[in-house]
């Protein structure tokens, strides 16, 4: 079996994706999800200018060889571009292999650890009394944990809060917007979110929040300190990662378990995190961390420390790589668990899926491979609409983290 095409599929139904599907010439096909929020034709161009000539002729069976291939070869390694790539064309391999063998993708991974994959929701809200409401949704639904977050009284806008009703989607059409941030009022005012979540809730559903890289160390220490009577799940990438040793300095001031790496690339990127056991939660991405076959080396690493996988899995990454991941979940021995957002009915007709959800918890399915199509027909009718995640300012006007 050889490879004799490779076509790059970019759409937009409810947001932009990009879908790598690696063709054999015995019409076996796989897909893969090469979607980087905001920079989606960077990773489209790489792979249609740079990868996709490449795999013509070879063994689509030869995946260790073929990752190896295109991250020494490239001699420019890593990095979200190269990495988003290389995930795209690793899923697809993979997807292709499960095909031929005709084994859902957890079967080839090595079976089932869990019977079922636990997930975590988004409940969001303008002010407490809303976030409430979302939260109070979520229970009903059967969601076992949820991750809450929320307005921050005099503050514009805040991350993770919807702007209306609906699903929220950090990226803007056209225009990069710049939302203005405080950590003084942030810190002041969420631990009385969390506090009102366990008065009206309890403690039986985990809880869990997204800090999205705005403290400083000594900050992240002060928040994890003052929240640990409401028993976070995990206080989620609470400073930027580039310096692991500060994680050191939250370490001595906490113990509010600590999730880190959606926007990992690699192993080398949570090396001394998770060797000096500074984080529990590993959260890089099958599409954005090298596919199936680099994810499976991170999370083997991590369980030599006990840290365990939560990985990420937001809108803007497409129904494929949510298919792969849940297989992926299934199968990994230290999971912990996995973000589950949801998508757009539109999203969801353009990607057929075998994934189930019930009662917060969910299965890939038994399809062969990892069990999400597209419908090239139909996301044809969705062109490219150019949108750009926001950045954030102080409120003096200094660039912040987003």
């Known amino acids: 079996m050889k490879i004799v095409r490779a076509d790059v599929i970019v759409t937009c139904p409810g947001r932009n994706f990009v879908t790598l599907k690696v063709v054999t010439d015995e019409g076996v096909y796989g897909i893969g999800d090469a979607t980087l929020n905001g920079r989606e034709l960077a990773v489209a161009s790489y792979l249609r200018d740079h990868v996709c000539p490449l795999l013509i002729g070879r063994d689509p069976g030869r995946i260790e060889d073929i990752w190896q291939f295109l991250y020494k070869g490239a001699y420019w390694r890593r990095g979200p571009v190269t990495m988003t790539a290389i995930a795209a064309v690793d899923v697809a391999l993979w997807d292709i292999l499960g095909k031929v063998a005709n084994l859902p993708l957890y079967k080839l991974l090595g079976g089932a650890s869990r019977e079922s994959v636990m997930v975590y929701g988004h409940a969001t809200g303008r ?15 059967g969601y076992q944990a949820i991750r809450i977050q929320c307005g921050v009284p005099n503050m514009r806008s805040v991350y993770g809060v919807s702007k209306g009703n609906g699903m929220y989607e950090p990226a803007t059409k056209g225009v990069v917007e710049e939302q ?112 199936i076959t680099h994810l499976k080396r991170i999370a083997d690493f991590a369980s030599l420390y006990q840290v365990r996988t939560g990985c990420h899995g937001p809108s803007d990454l497409s129904p494929v790589c949510m298919g792969a ?78």
């Not at 002010?127 to 639904?141: G, N, S, T, W």
């Not at 992240?220 to 206080?235: H, I, N, Q, T």
């Not at 990607?351 to 990892?370: D, N, Q, S, Y």
Request: hydrophobic share 40%; proline share 7%.
């Open 180 to 291: 203005t941030w405080s950590s003084e009022k942030y810190l002041d005012f969420v631990p009385k979110l969390f506090e009102a979540v366990r008065d009206k809730f309890g403690f039986d559903t985990h809880l869990l929040h997204d800090v999205h890289h705005r403290l400083t160390p000594i900050e992240a220490g002060r928040l994890g300190k003052s929240v640990e009577p409401y028993r976070l799940f995990w206080m989620e990438d609470p400073t930027p990662a580039e310096n692991q040793g500060g994680f050191r300095l939250i370490r001595q001031h906490t113990v509010t378990p600590i999730a880190v790496g959606e926007v990992f690339n690699s192993i080398w990127d949570c090396k001394q995190l998770i060797e000096e056991q500074l984080i529990d939660y590993i959260r890089a991405t099958l599409t954005h961390a090298g596919g």
């Open 127 to 141: 002010d407490i009394p809303e976030a409430l409401d979302r939260y109070a949704e979520h229970v009903e639904q």
């Open 325 to 402: 991941a849940l297989h992926f979940d299934l199968w990994v021995p230290n999971f912990g668990v996995q973000e589950y957002m949801g998508f757009p009915k539109e999203a969801l007709d353009v990607f057929p899926h075998a994934w189930t959800f019930e009662r917060g918890l969910m299965h890939p399915g038994e399809a062969p491979g990892h069990g999400v199509d597209i419908d090239e027909e139909l996301a044809a009718r969705y062109p490219y609409d150019p949108a750009y995640l926001p950045v954030a300012r102080l409120e003096d006007g200094t660039l912040w983290n987003w």
